[in-house]
């Protein structure tokens, strides 16, 4: 059941929606594509549907072209972010609908039902109507639907987006069970790194309408081939800045100049960004080696048992998430500091030239 996309685009009035993209996934995977709004994630999706018919390139089912299949006639099943169900009916007709449209026998529909409300501990709401259920087991009943029909390919397009938080997080736990139970391949759109290191499998990220890398989610979240990748696979967006290597100097934008620590004097001389997540940023100093920056402080956002702080580095804008409620004085300086084994250092066309020390340990 293996679904490949062989060189495949997508063009709507002349503006591209999807650059010519490769990529193969194996029978049974669960296979999560991350980005932004607007990514092509959705675009992508239809295309491997068949909802929409790319500009370039095929794509293969089992080693067949059914670029130009309906459909209809694809093994395929969808669950959108707002998820439909007929109100009318009960949760068991809802998930027999589709069978009773493949015109299987009354007993095979009975089995496929309860076995599959049985995956999503539906059982004991069979007999009860859609909006009878909480926001959860209507999505539940969603996706009973789309896996009652023994489709090789489930499509999930940012389905837990509209549920609240409980429900999302009892959500993202039971998908990867659901999805080893019924062996399909599982593609699943979503906007967050958090949800897709929670669903792990594989990844694919994605910036304007470009997929920029694709492997096992934790290998692309530690190792993530370009600048562009590690803004995407990072909740709030990876914090860079510029840096000249100079012997055993490093020289920042701004001017300041420090040792070389860690990893990074092994670098060659020359000029890199480097990036660093904001779960490393801190505002007070562990240890010696750490490399200490003076910014303003623009924003503080509490969260509760963690407080994100905004920063201004020289008209670079940082984020850094900090442990603990901390009352700080907006517009004031800040000294913050950062392990070099915590950064990531990509050359001057954004591609990686040396992941995190820590992340090359993990």
């Known amino acids: 059941m293996t679904l490949t996309l062989d060189g495949i685009s997508k063009v709507v009035d002349g503006e591209v929606h999807i650059h010519p993209a490769d990529l193969t996934l194996a029978p049974g995977t669960m296979n999560v594509l991350l980005g932004p709004t607007l990514a092509g994630k959705t675009s992508l999706m239809r295309l491997m549907a068949g909802l929409d018919a790319p500009a370039t390139g095929r794509v293969l ?9 309906r459909v209809q006639d694809r093994a395929v099943a969808m669950v959108y972010q707002q998820f439909i169900n007929y109100p009318s009916m009960s949760v068991y007709d809802n998930i027999a609908s589709p069978l009773r449209l493949q015109g299987k026998g009354k007993g095979e529909i009975d089995r496929l039902v309860r076995e599959t409300a049985g995956m999503l501990k539906l059982t004991p709401m069979l007999d009860r109507k859609p909006l009878e259920l909480s926001g959860g087991q209507q999505q539940r009943c969603a996706l009973a639907r789309a896996l009652v029909k023994g489709a090789g390919l489930v499509l999930l ?9 409980k429900l999302r997080e009892e959500l993202r736990l039971e998908i990867p069970r659901i999805f080893e139970e019924s ?7 979503t906007t967050e790194p958090e949800e897709a290191l929670l669903l792990g499998g594989n990844t694919a990220t994605l910036w304007e309408g470009r997929i920029t890398q694709f492997g096992p989610t934790p290998e692309v979240y530690r190792r993530p081939a370009d600048a562009t990748t590690a803004r995407v696979f990072s909740d709030p967006p990876m914090n860079f800045l510029t840096a000249t290597k100079r012997g055993d100097r490093l020289v920042f934008g701004d001017g300041q100049e420090v040792p070389a620590m860690g990893a990074l004097k092994a670098l060659g001389d020359g000029a890199y960004q480097m990036g660093f997540r904001p779960n490393h940023l801190e505002i007070e100093r562990h240890g010696e080696e750490v490399m200490g920056f003076d910014a303003t402080l623009s924003v503080t956002e509490i969260t509760g048992s963690e407080t994100f702080v905004h920063l201004d580095h020289h008209g670079a804008r940082w984020v850094g998430l900090i ?4 009352d700080l004085e907006i517009g004031t300086g800040l000294r913050v500091w950062l392990d070099p084994a915590h950064v990531y250092v ?3 066309d954004g591609a990686l030239v040396a992941p995190a020390s820590y992340a090359q340990a993990a």
Not at 61 to 69: A, E, K, L, R
Not at 183 to 189: L, Q, S, W
Not at 323 to 326: A, D, E, L, Y
């Open 61 to 69: 089912w089992q080693g067949q072209d059914v670029t130009g299949m």
């Open 157 to 165: 397009d940012e389905p837990l987006a509209n549920l609240d938080y």
């Open 183 to 189: 062996g399909a391949i599982f593609v699943y759109a």
């Open 323 to 326: 442990h603990g409620v901390r």
């Open 346 to 348: 990509f050359g001057s």
